[in-house]
């Protein structure tokens, strides 16, 4: 009723039939400059209404109302499939990372804080802190949404990746707040060391091993900050399948492009880097750099001034 007594008030305008069909989708935000507007089913049911109205009061010949309608049946049509594009995109995106070429020069030094006992100890900030912090949002809502309304036990990989398990921690929490979903969390610690000065070694240490009995059964999410070649990875993953958990996923914050890469990708990556390498935000170069706020690259006389 409301469609047909806007039509009457056009219509004693003497306005075309067509007029008043654009006018209308436009009322209702349907019809923009650029095309049709807004979810395709809503605007289809929005022209059926506004047809029926304009056919009560017009009874236009069917054929002349059907050419007046086409645009919005051919706009609607791709509008459905974009929105189906759009949704699988959405859907396999959360085994995607963000790439940074390799030749990204970084930020100037001088656009940030950093601690002052590092000047002359970096060449650039790589990824500002801001940065990190919106990628692991997006990171904790894809868990969310492929976790969620399950226990898990999130194991964290010390000591270089403790910052982005607390951050993506604490963004999910957040998300569990605010969400319909919820994912019980507990989280437990291992620490691996396979680096001598910048180098990945094929000596892998694994401390906290022994107690990892109680993974058998579980939902494990391992957090590790970054992953090299892959190596020091695939055998973290024997070791703790050996505990037979119920299902294993990885998260890392960062996956670097090596040559001698063995192409195992984590279930979910925040940043895929060239191979440079980077401190901050927890990682290390023989302990120093930790308490950086960015992911910055070192220095040749960095390595150098701290090498062992």
């Known amino acids: 009723m409301l469609e047909s007594a806007r039509v009457a008030r056009v219509q004693k305008r003497g306005d075309d039939p067509r007029k008043i069909l654009f006018d209308l989708m436009r009322h209702h935000g349907s019809l923009g400059d650029g095309g049709v507007v807004g979810d395709g089913r809503v605007v289809v049911r929005r022209v059926l209404s506004i047809r029926r109205a304009v056919n009560r009061i017009f009874r236009p010949d069917f054929s002349d109302f059907f050419v007046a309608l086409r645009p919005f049946h051919v706009a609607i049509i791709r509008s459905l499939r974009d929105a189906q594009l759009q949704k699988k995109a959405e859907q396999e995106c959360v085994h995607t990372s963000t790439p940074i070429r390799d030749d990204w020069p970084g930020y100037p030094l001088d656009l940030f804080t950093y601690p002052k006992h590092y000047s002359g100890d970096l060449e ?29 036990v999130v194991l964290c990989v010390l000591k270089g990746g403790y910052q982005f398990c607390a951050d993506l921690v604490e963004r999910i929490k957040v998300l569990c707040c605010n969400s319909s979903k919820t994912l019980p969390m507990r989280v437990d610690f291992i620490r691996l060391k ?20 109680a993974l058998s059964g579980k939902n494990v999410l391992i957090v590790e900050a970054i992953v090299d070649t892959g190596k020091t990875m695939k055998t973290l993953l024997d070791h703790v399948k050996a505990f037979r958990p119920k299902m294993i996923k990885v998260a890392s914050l960062l996956v ?39 992911l910055c690259v070192i220095s040749d006389s960095a390595k150098q001034k701290f090498k062992v």
């Open 194 to 213: 396979s680096y001598l000065n910048d180098q990945s070694t094929e000596v892998l240490h694994i401390e906290g091993a022994e107690n990892l009995s």
């Open 256 to 294: 670097k492009r090596v040559p001698s890469g063995t192409g195992y990708l984590p279930d979910y990556v925040g940043f895929e880097i060239a191979n440079r390498f980077v401190v901050g935000y927890a990682l290390d170069y023989n302990e120093y750099f930790r308490d950086l706020h960015h």
């Open 124 to 152: 650039c900030v790589y990824i500002p802190h801001g940065v990190i912090m919106d990628r692991i949002e997006r990171l904790a809502r894809n868990i969310m949404d492929d976790l969620g309304d399950h226990d898990i």
